[in-house]
């Protein structure tokens, strides 16, 4: 199970972090994952660690803003995102995939566990 948290409203240029807690599988071993659905779009995905925190990846329209981390002893996963832009809006979810290797996709069929989602408004 996933269950995200941290979202809320931001002003641009303002920061955020969402949590991503999970429980009911070895999170140490699972890539983690996170996506987003913008109002009347489909879902994009956004970043992506390994399972052991070895290296991360970022979609290139958060590279540079967002930071994407894991603590295996909390077995939570974190999206610190900064310089927070309205196209930044959206929900946010955080998903678990057994391979320990980031899929860098939206497509929810790759993932084992998939969150319900947090909501993030950036506005003025």
């Known amino acids: 199970q996933l269950v995200e948290s941290g979202g809320g409203l931001a002003q641009p240029g303002g920061s955020l972090r969402l949590s991503c807690a999970a429980s009911?599988?070895?999170?140490?071993?699972?890539?983690m994952s996170w996506a987003r659905q913008a109002p009347g779009k489909g879902l994009e995905w956004v970043s992506g660690i390994y399972g052991d925190s070895s290296r991360t990846y970022y979609a290139d329209s958060v590279k540079g803003r967002f930071t994407i981390s894991s603590d295996n002893a909390k077995n939570t996963a974190y999206l610190d995102m900064n310089n927070l832009k309205p196209e930044d809006t959206g929900v946010y979810y955080c998903?678990?995939?057994?391979?320990?290797?980031?899929?860098?996709?939206?497509?929810?069929?790759?993932?084992?566990?998939w969150g319900q989602g947090t909501q993030v408004t950036v506005s003025s």
């Open positions: 009911g599988f070895t999170f140490s071993t699972y890539a």
């Open positions: 998903a678990a995939d057994s391979s320990g290797i980031p899929r860098m996709t939206d497509d929810q069929t790759w993932y084992d566990y």
